[in-house]
């Protein structure tokens, strides 16, 4: 039942796949696992308040909310887009990376928070630790056993906390976000989509990596939707 860091009150969520994290080797992961699973929640958030403590920041998990962190990539683009739309104008690598240390998933700001769709962290998708698991024992199985009841947890929590904002980030995951949304958003620009609700506007948006000219993209598509976030 973990969902990921800071607050589900935040009017802002980032909602992602499945939590990453800096791999060493796959025995200093489990044991790294062991303690994150640990860490304290509420509604299955850990607020992630500054600064971090000294008991768990050497928590890879943890790092992207540390004083000397470097900017985290797949945050990078959606935390850009959350930024463009709040001040209007194009913020530099540091404002970003700053917005990264000091107020993403801090429960006490209470900003911006990050949401997972599956609870279990991995280093990336060609990596999977649990398989010694029953019902885990490829991430396939995984995501196959569990997807659909994760999809109707995120939705009944958004329309629960109705946050303001929404921001997905992959389009391999469109269809899981369609359903948490309850209908298919409409593509503003290429490979980005917009949906609003009384409560919550959704933005849907790749990765930048897979995006030529994703910054510029970004931005036009942000010029849009401004106006439909009144």
Same mark, same amino acid.
């Given at each position: 039942m973990f969902w990921g860091y800071g607050s589900l009150e935040s009017p802002v969520w980032l909602v992602g796949m499945e939590e990453g994290f800096r791999s060493i $080797?796959?025995?200093?992961? %489990? %044991?790294? *696992? @062991?303690?994150?699973f640990l860490l304290p929640t509420v509604n299955g958030m850990f607020d992630a308040s500054r600064p971090i403590s000294r008991d768990v920041c050497d928590l890879t998990n943890l790092s992207p909310f540390l004083p000397n962190a470097k900017i985290q990539p797949t945050w990078k683009f959606p935390i850009?887009? +959350?930024l463009?739309?709040?001040?209007?104008? /194009?913020?530099? @690598? $540091?404002?970003?990376?700053?917005?990264?240390?000091?107020?993403?998933?801090?429960?006490?700001? $209470? @900003? #911006?928070?990050?949401?997972?769709?599956?609870?279990? =962290?991995? =280093?990336?998708i060609s990596s999977w630790l649990y398989s010694? /698991? =029953?019902?885990?024992?490829?991430r396939k199985s995984y995501f196959k056993t569990y997807r659909k009841?994760? #999809?109707?947890?995120?939705?009944?929590?958004?329309?629960? &906390?109705?946050?303001?904002?929404? /921001?997905? &980030?992959?389009l391999t995951y469109l269809r899981e976000w369609t359903e948490v949304i309850g209908e298919m958003p409409e593509e503003i620009t290429h490979q980005m +989509?917009?949906?609003?609700?009384?409560?919550?506007?959704?933005?849907?948006i790749p990765q930048p990596q +897979?995006? =030529?000219?994703? &910054?510029?993209? *970004? &931005? %036009?598509?942000?010029?849009? /939707? %401004?106006?439909?976030l009144i």
């Open positions: $080797n796959a025995e200093s992961d %489990k %044991k790294m *696992l @062991e303690r994150q850009t887009l +959350y463009f739309l709040q001040s209007g104008r /194009i913020l530099n @690598e $540091n404002e970003i990376l700053d917005f990264q240390r000091s107020i993403l998933a801090d429960g006490g700001k $209470n @900003e #911006v928070a990050t949401v997972e769709l599956m609870s279990l =962290p991995s =280093p990336g010694d /698991i =029953p019902g885990f024992e490829t009841s994760r #999809v109707q947890g995120l939705k009944e929590l958004v329309q629960k &906390y109705s946050p303001r904002l929404v /921001i997905f &980030y992959s +989509y917009f949906s609003k609700t009384d409560k919550t506007a959704f933005c849907i +897979y995006l =030529p000219h994703a &910054y510029e993209r *970004l &931005y %036009k598509f942000a010029d849009i /939707i %401004k106006k439909k």
